[in-house]
């Protein structure tokens, strides 16, 4: 009997240093070498200064910026967390019409029009750096008319920064909000 | 559901069969009792190294019960390191944020969740563990409680396979040899492709940034990609983050979730062909195959539909849900927009098929059938595909239960690969079948007649009873994925789960050696005319006939009072 239990500790601790210790460490030593800047989280830099992650999305309130999707955590990169409520939530339902209500008032649609499920609807993540097409091609007009350029141009970098499905297949399409907003700063500066 | 969808998941499907036969030819040879395995001049020595240093002899055949003690004995010193690793983390290096000590009632729970494969979280990885805790507790966790269940599937393969046998292998050889062969290069491989994707791999604390507006965003740091590879691989399922794989951290495309989703799956269906192989009449294996394979199809196919079906209540709010060329329509309160609602949907009846648990979605926000149909993937005992190693056994136990009624019902004593089913292998079959539902139903009735235990809930009404039910069919069945609307770190939950998290292991374990043990004790019976054979279609419909009779009698009236009346009240 104590055999057994010394056996596992022993084994344990051989694992450990195998699995806990060399694994890791040879994967991050390998993916630094290799991936150096994705694997330490694809910051992206403007003027020498880091702004944010491609991968994590940023609140976005101006007039002149696109605007992300709803999170439940306010996109506190400390965090992470969606809603987390059923699709019969009464509270959820409010929210999500208040947010479409907001929405329509924010780019002069009509009361009645139908908005993108993205624009009212919390992520997984509450760090969902992507919005659809459809909610990107909605924002333009506000954007274009806030920076006093024309919303062709604006539409021009919308498809800039779409990403399409992996492999033709996989996923689905995005546009990156914080990549179109820096492009947006660098080509359409605010007047 | 769009054509794009159908394309992505008849893509996954081409990459299971074009790797999970090889792959499962592979275990079979690092775990057959032949002499030679590939790789033998590379692992050789390495191993011999470790049972040398262990004092293990490698040849020391164990009997049923001395495997069982190696294995009991093998967790509860997993069990014990864990919980020391979070509550002395403080003083421990690599922890650059200061974490402080984890509360003794979430250890307990964590320790328990690793340590059987579960990997339930009731804590949010970046906030709670520190990166120390991370490696040499967690990551080493999901390497070895998910070898320790493919060495329990070792062991019962063998039962079966073996002759007038007294002995069914050593634990420590096969907790060894599938780690190192198995786990740790595909872990490395999957690792660093992740890390090409985007995936974080680093030893940093938080960055903070100013965004474009001003303000202060934290940028997390952390080994992330190879605890993920690793979760996916040994269907563990513990994220690096709170928000796991849904994280862009973790998961940061549609091509790293693809191969997530692949690593998911492939080990627990190439274990489907290993045991063809190790039983030595391959169209055994591919009966299994055929019942993982159909099973997780239909599962797959109706939780993508659900999804992108979207939610009546809000088409009435004025919200677009269909899918059009500019966007992927669906539900998509709780998903990601790279992922949509078809990745979504084929990844949870994915991880609920396995006993992994990683979510890329939040299942609590699905639509109650979608949610459902998750809840019904674990409440079959996660068998299709199943977890490494455990759910290939539960399969297995499930044949021999398709096998008995056969038999009673033509008269004649059931056979399984030649060897008589008799009344004490029936006795602990019946014990298998049980345990499960016993701990998730009784936990999961006594917690709604609990108010401590109801404050916890995140939403009311059926929604609230589907957040008990699913956080215990998860914990039930090692899953470790949740309705994560339900706090689960009081300690009423982080008890009870801890719990059933252990029944659902080791009342599901031991059953299977003493099974193991007892059939490889019998002289296999020749065919004849009369003998059932089990590698028809004809049986693997009789097999999935089983286990929907099973679950359905047993969870049908909890289901109508939780997703069902509130998919029909939607």
């Known amino acids: 009997m104590l055999r057994q239990f010394t056996a596992a500790a022993g084994m344990l601790a051989v694992l450990t240093v195998l699995t806990g210790l060399v694994y890791p460490l040879a994967v991050t030593g390998a993916a630094q070498a290799a991936f150096g800047h994705r694997a330490d989280g694809s910051i992206v830099e403007r003027d020498g200064e880091a702004v944010g992650s491609e991968l994590i999305g940023q609140p976005f309130d101006g007039e002149g910026y696109f605007h992300p999707r709803p999170s439940a955590i306010g996109y506190d990169g400390a965090d992470s967390g969606g809603a987390n409520l059923g699709p019969s939530d009464e509270g959820l339902l409010e929210d999500i019409e208040a947010r479409a209500e907001e929405y329509r008032a924010e780019n002069g649609l009509a009361d009645d029009a139908e908005v993108p499920v993205d624009a009212v609807t919390a992520s997984a993540s509450g760090l969902d750096p992507h919005i659809t097409v459809a909610n990107a091609r909605l924002q333009t007009a506000r954007v274009a008319q806030a920076r006093g350029v024309d919303t062709a141009e604006v539409a021009r970098l919308v498809d800039g920064s779409t990403t399409g499905r992996a492999l033709g297949v996989l996923g689905e399409e995005g546009v990156n909000v914080l990549e179109l907003n820096l492009a947006l700063d660098e080509e359409a500066p605010v007047p | ?570």
């Open chain 2, 1 to 570: 559901m769009s054509g794009a969808a159908w394309f992505q998941f008849a893509a996954l499907i081409a990459a299971l069969l074009a790797t999970a036969p090889f792959l499962g030819r592979y275990i079979a040879a690092v775990y057959g009792d032949g002499e030679k395995a590939p790789g033998d001049r590379f692992f050789g020595p390495v191993e011999r190294a470790v049972y040398r240093l262990c004092r293990v002899d490698p040849d020391g055949e164990q009997r049923w019960t001395s495997y069982a003690l190696s294995l009991l004995a093998f967790s509860a010193v997993s069990f014990l390191a864990v919980y020391a690793l979070q509550r002395l983390q403080p003083a421990l290096p690599l922890n650059p944020v200061g974490l402080p000590a984890v509360e003794p009632r979430v250890a307990f729970n964590v320790a328990v969740s690793f340590a059987t494969n579960t990997n339930w979280q009731a804590y949010g990885g970046e906030s709670t563990m520190s990166h120390l805790t991370q490696m040499l507790g967690l990551t080493v966790q999901n390497f070895v409680s998910a070898a320790a269940g493919m060495a329990v599937m070792a062991a019962f393969i063998r039962g079966l396979a073996r002759r007038r046998a007294a002995t069914l292998g050593n634990f420590w050889v096969d907790l060894t040899r599938g780690t190192l062969r198995i786990l740790l290069p595909l872990s490395t491989l999957v690792a660093l492709v992740l890390a090409g994707c985007g995936v974080i791999q680093n030893l940093k604390g938080h960055t903070v940034v100013t965004t474009l507006e001003g303000a202060a965003q934290t940028i997390p740091g952390g080994p992330a990609a190879s605890q993920v590879a690793i979760k996916q691989l040994g269907t563990n399922g513990g994220g690096f983050f709170d928000m796991n794989s849904a994280h862009p951290f973790e998961n940061a495309g549609a091509l790293s979730n693809f191969v997530e989703n692949w690593a998911i799956l492939v080990i627990p269906f190439a274990l489907a062909f290993a045991f063809g192989a190790m039983v030595r009449d391959r169209r055994q294996g591919r009966a299994v195959f055929g019942i993982m394979l159909t099973v997780w199809a239909v599962m797959s196919i109706g939780t993508m539909a659900l999804e992108a079906g979207g939610s009546p209540r809000l088409d009435a709010l004025g919200v677009d849900q269909s899918a059009t060329a500019d966007q992927s329509g669906g539900y998509l309160e709780g998903k990601e927009v790279r992922f949509g609602p078809a990745a979504s949907g084929l990844w949870a009846a994915s991880t609920t098929g396995t006993s992994n648990g990683s979510v890329n979605a939040m299942h609590d926000s699905f639509t109650p059938a979608g949610g459902g149909l998750a809840m019904v993937h674990m409440m079959f005992g996660e068998v299709t595909p199943g977890g490494v190693g455990v759910g290939l056994n539960g399969l297995l136990v499930m044949a021999v239960l398709a096998v008995f009624i056969a038999g009673l019902m033509v008269g004649r004593t059931p056979e399984y690969l030649g060897k008589k089913i008799q009344a004490a292998e029936m006795k602990l079959v019946m014990l298998y079948v049980l345990a499960m539902p016993t701990v998730l139903l009784g936990f999961a009735a006594a917690s709604v007649l609990l108010p401590p235990a109801l404050a916890s809930l995140g939403n009311t009404g059926p929604h609230g009873l589907s957040e008990i039910l699913y956080g215990y069919a998860s914990t039930a069945n090692n899953n470790g994925s949740a309705f994560a609307g339900l706090d689960s770190s009081t300690t009423w939950y982080t008890t009870t789960m801890g719990l059933a998290m252990l029944v659902g292991r080791f009342f599901l374990i031991i059953p299977v050696l003493a099974i193991a043990g007892s059939m490889a004790a019998k002289r296999p019976a020749p065919a004849t005319a009369g003998t059932l054979p089990t590698h028809t279609p004809l049986f693997a419909g009789m097999t999935v006939g089983v286990m929907a009779i099973v679950a359905g009698l047993t969870f049908l009236p909890a289901l109508a009072l939780g997703p069902i009346v509130e998919q029909l009240s939607l």
